[in-house]
């Protein structure tokens, strides 16, 4: 389980929070200039990165505030957290430290990327 | 097909101490080139080479795994099969996969432990109780075997379920006789041992990194073994199959969540059917070891991690313990998680994709290993004959741009 750090309430235990998933989706700024397929990645796709994840967060059974943090979705290691509405922080050299939990070897893994944001 | 299982073998085996056994499977390094490579050794993956083999006399197929056969869900799952599910395009791909389910053991000549113990989905309120009659309707203008049973016949199924005094009462039921359980490893190294015998190569502990494409067509793959090429590429990766389609260049609507699951200590028999509830986030039976086999809802949020969280399994755990307060002193032996790959519309991805020659199989999500032999029948198919069959080309990449979902949030979201 993870502990996540609420910029207003501080740690807290994570059943206290619900995920909202990918951050700055952007909606499109024109939706009559969009067609069906650009249509079809606003509402369907979202970014599923083995690494580092930009994603929101919601204190729910707390302050009920959203944030953003970022995560190794390889190991599940909070790197992050920042408030809505700040810019997000670029994690420009990252070595993954953690072994994924579950033990899977290095090789097999994919448990390396770090991509640009 | 040459029969390594038999009563005659069993015996003479036994004289040499089980020792002799022959391998089920060789351990081929990969050649160069091949016409056909399959990436996931999984049961959808080891079934879509088997079937390619022999339904479609194909030849010069591998199948790339970057651990050991089945290792990914299909050795993680809580193993229940069923076809009652909502939609008409639905219950036709699961019902196809119980059919073939059917004959597994004989097919393979390998037992799969297919037992047809029923699987009842309970209802707790009006709404569900509107929502499984609905179902059940549905299912049996699509000729399954789908009933709907109200609590007293529940009680003589189950007598050890706890119907009234509870926060959420079971006030009736779907009940699919036909439905039930199988040996997961069985699936995988059934399908694994004929394909070999068909001439596939099975390449354990080769992660493939990089899906390469020229021009718009697929030209093969690079692996921790060094690069394959290949002519066509069929991806069943369940919960990495974004991490592998991003590699070329293409973005899958799904999302990667841990799903957990646990068994207890073996006890006597107590419970003869599977029972689900999607409204209270819990589902057991009770394996031929004894164990009751419980699962849960995926976590919520993604991860590879293949663990997940001990909120969701308490969560579990209390609903099962309301549900049948005689568990309530028992021991829980192990837990684990694997990662599935969820799409918008709780329903699975067999399909052509915008590249010539790449074939996707994915999206099972909570619910594939029900599907294993039905799937790999299909994609197969699909990639045989460079089109979908009638079954899964509801089952396209498009429908999300179209529109055209098959919407089984229903049947599927928590339901296994
Ligand atoms: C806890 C749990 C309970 C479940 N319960 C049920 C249930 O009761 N009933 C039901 O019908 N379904 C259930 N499911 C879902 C079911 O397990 C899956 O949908 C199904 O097993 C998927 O099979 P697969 O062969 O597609 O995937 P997998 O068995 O996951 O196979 C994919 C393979 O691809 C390999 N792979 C990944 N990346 C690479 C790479 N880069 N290179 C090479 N190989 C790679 C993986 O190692 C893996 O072996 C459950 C799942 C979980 C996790
Ligand atoms: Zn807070």
Not at chain 2, 140 to 152: C, E, F, H, P, V
Request: charged share 25%; hydrophobic share 35%; net charge positive.
């Amino acid at each position: 389980m993870l502990l996540i750090n609420c910029p207003y309430c501080g740690e807290r235990d994570q059943s206290e929070f619900t995920n909202g998933g990918e951050a700055h989706v952007a909606r499109p700024k024109d939706p009559d200039q969009v067609n069906d397929r650009e249509w079809s990645e606003y509402v369907f796709v979202r970014a599923n990165p083995k690494g580092i994840y930009y994603e929101r967060w919601v204190h729910t059974h707390g302050c009920k505030k959203w944030f953003n943090a970022i995560r190794d979705t390889s190991t599940d290691e909070i790197l992050k957290i920042y408030k809505i509405g700040e810019t997000p922080p670029l994690i420009k050299r990252f070595k993954n430290t953690l072994r994924s939990p579950s033990g899977e070897p290095d090789v097999g893994s994919g448990n390396f990327t770090v991509k640009k944001p | 097909m040459k029969k390594k299982y038999s009563i005659f073998n069993i015996v003479k085996n036994a004289f040499s101490n089980n020792e002799n056994w022959k391998k089920m499977w060789r351990n081929p390094e990969p050649r160069k080139f091949y016409d056909i490579v399959i990436v996931g050794g999984g049961g959808h993956g080891l079934g879509t080479a088997y079937y390619l083999a022999k339904e479609h006399g194909l030849k010069n197929i591998a199948v790339v795994e970057k651990g050991w056969l089945g290792g990914g869900n299909t050795g993680r799952n809580t193993t229940i099969i069923r076809s009652n599910y909502l939609w008409d395009e639905s219950a036709h791909l699961y019902e196809h996969s119980l059919k073939l389910w059917e004959n597994l053991s004989t097919e393979l000549n390998y037992n799969v432990m297919f037992s047809q113990r029923g699987v009842l989905n309970l209802a707790h309120n009006e709404h569900d109780i509107k929502e499984i009659k609905r179902r059940v309707s549905a299912n049996k203008l699509n000729g399954i075997d789908s009933y709907w049973a109200d609590t007293k016949q529940i009680k003589k199924l189950v007598p050890i379920m706890n119907t009234e005094n509870c926060r959420y009462p079971v006030l009736g039921a779907s009940y699919q006789p036909r439905a039930g359980t199988a040996r997961h490893d069985a699936v995988a190294w059934g399908y694994a041992m004929r394909a070999d015998e068909l001439g596939v190569d099975i390449i354990q502990n080769c992660e493939v990194k990089k899906i390469r494409t020229k021009n718009g067509k697929v030209y093969g793959i690079e692996t921790t073994k060094g690069i394959i090429r290949a002519k066509r590429v069929g991806v069943v990766a369940s919960g990495h199959t974004t991490v592998l389609a991003e590699t070329a260049g293409i973005k899958l609507p799904l999302q990667s969540k841990p799903l957990q699951a646990l068994v207890s200590e073996p006890i006597k028999p107590v419970i003869n059917t599977v029972v689900m509830s999607n409204a209270v986030h819990a589902y057991v039976s009770q394996s031929d070891k004894g164990e009751l086999v419980i699962g849960a809802g995926t976590d919520g949020y993604n991860s590879f991690t293949q663990r997940g969280g001990y909120n969701t399994i308490e969560d579990t755990l209390r609903a099962i313990i309301e549900l049948y307060p005689i568990f309530g002193k028992m021991k829980m032996l192990r837990q684990w998680g694997g990662i599935v790959d969820i799409c918008p519309d709780a329903s699975p991805i067999i399909s052509k994709c915008e590249i010539e020659g790449l074939y996707f199989n994915c999206g099972w999500g909570t619910g594939g290993f029900k599907a294993t032999p039905g799937s790999a029948n299909l994609f197969a198919h699909t990639i045989a004959k460079d089109k979908p069959h009638s079954i899964n080309a509801p089952f396209n990449l498009e429908r999300f741009v179209s529109g055209r979902l098959v919407d089984e949030h229903g049947a599927a979201a928590v339901a296994h």
